[in-house]
């Protein structure tokens, strides 16, 4: 029964998230690390999470008794009660943002709610089934995790949470395309309006290559607001064009769901190391306060 419940939270996606939370959380630390704040914050964020994933198996029931990679889930299978797994979705939420608020701060269960609101709300119960602008409305929640672990330690959105928020919600639209293609079939069958299953898989390679290109361009940002240095800039630029020329492989192949495996499994290795490197790679920035400061001195 336990495994159940810990199953239904989708555990990879949660460990997913927190690696992102680790990497906004050190680039604001700047080596001055709250250890237990950034606990407070893992936990925090892991419970909401959690709770957004259970409610998407609650959501989905009807769509993945029809698809063959999830017919085998805990609430298709009948093997938790709907009454149970809601209760349990809601103590997860709550909880969550509860710690968030007070170990943590307000702006953190802020952005929290509003990355819930918007994955269980707009994206699973309607967007996800009926248009096909569903995925980037789900990468605004899907970014928000390094967000929430940046302003865990600034209490403030300042350039960086917004570049934070930019980098990560362009990453997640060819990572879910190309999860999107790889799973074609099951998609098609269940009716689900994502791009490559609306407008095909040609169009969403496009789309595919051309987010991954934003992506190259955007990381570097970073860098030239002067929160990370040049290690990070080589090392993310070198994977990022990597990733972007394994895309381009797409227009020479009609192996569909082998060049999307290898864009989705890259797309892993490049986000990791990503938050790996804003995670020890990073600069105070230099304000026009501190310039002047330092004249005066």
């Known amino acids: 029964m336990i495994r159940y419940y810990l199953t239904i939270i989708k555990p990879k996606i949660v460990l997913g998230n927190l690696i992102s939370v680790v990497g906004g959380f050190l680039l604001a630390s700047r080596g001055n690390i709250n250890y237990s704040l950034l606990f407070f914050a893992l936990i925090s964020v892991c419970f909401i999470i959690a709770s957004g994933c259970v409610f998407n198996n609650i ?11 999830t017919q085998s889930r805990i609430l298709v299978k009948g093997l938790l009660s709907i009454k149970h797994s809601l209760i349990y979705a809601i103590v997860l939420g709550i909880t969550g943002c509860a710690l968030l608020y007070y170990k943590v701060n307000a702006l953190s269960m802020c952005l929290a709610i509003i990355a819930f609101v918007v994955y269980v709300v707009i994206y699973s119960l309607y967007m996800k089934r009926h248009s096909v602008y569903s995925t980037l409305i789900g990468s605004l929640s899907g970014a928000m995790p390094p967000v929430i672990g940046y302003c865990a330690v600034t209490n403030e959105f300042d350039c960086a949470a917004l570049i934070l928020q930019f980098i990560f919600s362009v990453w997640q639209i060819p990572h879910s395309y190309s999860v999107a293609i790889y799973n074609f079939k099951d998609y098609q069958i269940a009716k689900i309006a994502v791009l490559p299953v609306v407008k095909g898989i040609s169009v969403a390679k496009n789309h595919i290559i051309v987010y991954i290109l934003v992506f190259v361009i955007s990381t570097p940002m970073l860098t030239i607001s002067g929160y990370t240095g040049y290690k990070y800039l080589l090392v993310v630029t070198a994977v990022s064009i990597g990733w972007f020329v394994i895309s381009l492989l797409g227009y020479k192949t009609s192996n569909h769901r082998l060049w999307s495996y290898r864009i989705f499994v890259f797309s892993i290795i490049v986000i990791t ?20 400061t330092y004249n005066y001195q």
């Open 273 to 292: 190391i990503f938050s790996i490197m804003i995670s020890i790679d990073f600069i105070t920035p230099i304000s026009f306060k501190n310039i002047i």
């Open 59 to 69: 959501i989905d029931r009807d769509i993945d008794i029809k698809m063959h990679r």
